[in-house]
Nanobody
Framework: QVQLVESGGGLVQTGGSLKLSCATSGTIFGFNVMSWYRQAPGKQRELVAWITSSFYTNYADSAKGRFAISRDNTKNTVYLQMNSLKPEDTAVYYC?????????WGKGTQVTVSS
């Protein structure tokens, strides 16, 4: 059974930085994609960034130039370095693992950016 646990969220001022981590338990075989999503109050969940098991990355326009996704396959962990944070980045951030036909989600970590 695969489980994802996010950490690293918190309260930060505008312009500050946070680094989120998502640790995956269980064994993952083959090609997979790990992603970060976020959901702000009253809004739909949106994709922030993703990275494949071969380290190809992609970002939402809102994250380009400010966020960096990375992963350590030896630790089955994905990271999201967030810089130059803005109040509009406030949301619950969720980690997702897509492997084969299966999708796994973490429970999320709250990020709050104060103005």
């Amino acid at each position: 059974q695969v489980q994802l646990v996010e950490s690293g969220g918190g309260l930060v001022q505008t312009g500050g930085s946070l680094k989120l981590s998502c640790a995956t338990s269980g064994t993952i075989f083959g090609f997979n994609v790990m992603s970060w999503y976020r959901q702000a109050p009253g809004k739909q969940r949106e994709l922030v960034a993703w990275i494949t098991s071969s380290f190809y990355t992609n970002y939402a326009d809102s994250a380009k130039g400010r966020f960096a996704i990375s992963r350590d396959n030896t630790k089955n962990t994905v990271y999201l370095q967030m810089n130059s944070l803005k109040p509009e980045d406030t949301a619950v951030y969720y980690c997702n693992l897509a492997v084969g036909s299966k999708n796994y989600w973490g429970k999320g970590t709250q990020v709050t950016v104060s103005s």
